[in-house]
């Protein structure tokens, strides 16, 4: 079973578990895919029987694949019963997910479930379910009921402690509910489900009407549900199932027990320097990821930002040569094949920076050092929030972010207001005034300068 059927799933669990069943021969498993809020890849799917193409891009690309382990797609917004019926389901053993930072409605300040949000409200008061959280729930609560087993649910989102975290937000969700039903779930849940955390990896871009094109010439075909990606993958697990799971490990998923080093180490790098040229990117009118990398002070900037700034911050997982992780993460962006682009990856800034970069700044401000580039990736944030309209901003807090700036947009107002936006930077930062200046300074070169000025600072600082 899993919560969100994004392009991402059917180009990472879906190929690792059909990968895995291919491998080990134990062809029992399938996967019932549940969409969030709209059911697109329902109506792509269901007409090809769950069939769907994937088409590797780049350099040591495999031949285009047709994957088969996905054997339903419902409709999570149409039918959140079946959902909930599914995971209640005595024949499910797992729960993926991949519903995206602001999938899992986290309260931005406690971190814990955020109980004022509408949704979450709704899910609490007994509506069917809409959020993930809240699927989880009362598929659990059901499962308990009706005795359907231990459950694993396994998120495969891009956050620290992935699994733990969904095990608190559920929890939450239960504590939320009146004694007579809270009792007994949270009881049901301590004995019988797990949450292992996971740190997946491919960069799958939205597939574009260009790609399906591309597919349909070389299939001879038309598959509207075709996934565009990277060759790479990866996907590092903790081994705590509740219940049985495909051989993931036979189709090479490492099963590991330092997940949480393998997550902090590709959020801190390559999610941060992805991010970091999504933004660069878009201030100076680079339109893919390629093409921001190609630029050689932003590629400049990546390096040094993990090198001097976030790498010094971690402590990388026994086998990961961090030197040799930074020059592979951008050789990856600099894949043109891919199409990647700066509009997608700078999408939900808001849920995303924070993870990435303030992490780094914050361990950097406090051993004394300078975060000077990651300071650079913020800047560049705040610049692209305050330079879109707020129907253009792809964020779900473009109009709180918004509300906070005056219409003149310089340094001196933008840096300050968007700083004192509590659920990203914690009162700390928000008055930090070494970091402050950076970011003033980053934001007046962006905002003056463009990109001559980020070729000269970078280039000759
Ligand atoms: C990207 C990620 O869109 C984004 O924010 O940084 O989706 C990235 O492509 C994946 O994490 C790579 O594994």
């Keep these: 079973m899993h919560l969100g059927l994004g392009a991402f799933a059917r180009a990472h669990t879906a190929v690792f578990t059909e990968n895995a069943m291919l491998a080990s021969g134990d062809f029992r498993w399938g996967i019932v895919g549940v969409t969030q809020r709209s059911d697109t890849?329902?109506?792509?799917?269901?007409?090809?029987?769950?069939?769907?193409?994937?088409?590797?891009r780049g350099n040591g690309a495999s031949p285009l694949r047709v994957v088969s382990s996905i054997v339903e797609a419902v409709s999570g917004r149409d039918h959140p019963e079946a959902a909930v019926d599914r995971i209640a389901a005595a024949s499910t053993q797992v729960v993926t997910l991949t519903v995206t930072e602001k999938g899992y409605r986290m309260h931005p300040q406690t971190g814990s479930l955020n109980t004022d949000d509408e949704q979450v409200q709704a899910d609490l008061a007994g509506h069917p379910p809409q959020t993930a959280i809240g699927q989880i729930a009362r598929g659990i609560q059901q499962r308990a009921r009706t005795g359907g087993g231990p459950l694993t649910v396994l998120s495969c989102d891009n956050l620290p402690g992935n699994g733990e975290l969904t095990g608190t937000l559920v929890r939450a969700f239960a504590a939320a509910l009146p004694d007579a039903e809270s009792g007994p779930l949270v009881a049901w849940l301590d004995a019988n489900v797990t949450f292992p955390s996971t740190m997946v990896d491919r960069m799958v871009p939205a597939t574009t009407e260009g790609d399906l094109n591309a597919v349909e010439r070389e299939l001879g075909l038309r598959d509207e549900a075709a996934v565009v990606a990277e060759p790479f993958m990866q996907w590092v697990i903790e081994d705590s199932f509740?219940?049985?799971?495909?051989?993931?490990?036979?189709?090479?998923?490492?099963?590991?027990?330092?997940?949480?080093?393998?997550?902090?180490?590709?959020?801190?790098?390559?999610?941060?320097?992805?991010s970091m040229l999504a933004y660069l990117g878009l201030a100076t009118g680079k339109a893919t990821i390629s093409d921001a990398v190609g630029e050689d002070a932003f590629r400049a900037a990546c390096s040094r930002m993990m090198a001097e700034d976030a790498l010094p911050t971690i402590e990388l997982p026994p086998g990961l040569d961090g030197k040799r992780y930074c020059a592979q993460v951008l050789e990856r962006f600099a894949n043109t094949a891919l199409g990647h682009t700066t509009a997608k990856v700078g999408s939900d800034g808001s849920q995303k920076i924070g993870l990435r970069l303030l992490t780094t700044v914050r361990a950097t401000l406090d051993a004394g050092r300078e975060p000077r580039w990651a300071a650079l990736a913020v800047a560049a944030w705040m610049h692209h929030v305050a330079s879109t309209p707020t129907s253009e901003l792809n964020d779900p807090l473009a109009a709180g972010l918004h509300a906070v700036l005056t219409v003149t947009r310089s340094a001196e107002t933008v840096v300050p207001a968007l700083l004192g936006f509590s659920s990203i930077f914690d009162g700390e930062l928000a008055v930090h005034p070494g970091f402050t200046d950076l970011l003033l300074h980053w934001y007046r070169l962006i905002d003056t300068h463009g990109l001559e000025g980020l070729r000269n600072e970078i280039n000759h600082g």
């Design 41 to 56: 890849v329902v109506q792509q799917l269901a007409p090809q029987d769950g069939l769907f193409t994937v088409a590797e």
């Design 242 to 274: 509740a219940g049985d799971r495909p051989a993931w490990e036979e189709a090479g998923a490492v099963f590991s027990t330092d997940v949480a080093a393998w997550e902090a180490a590709k959020l801190r790098l390559l999610n941060a320097s992805h």
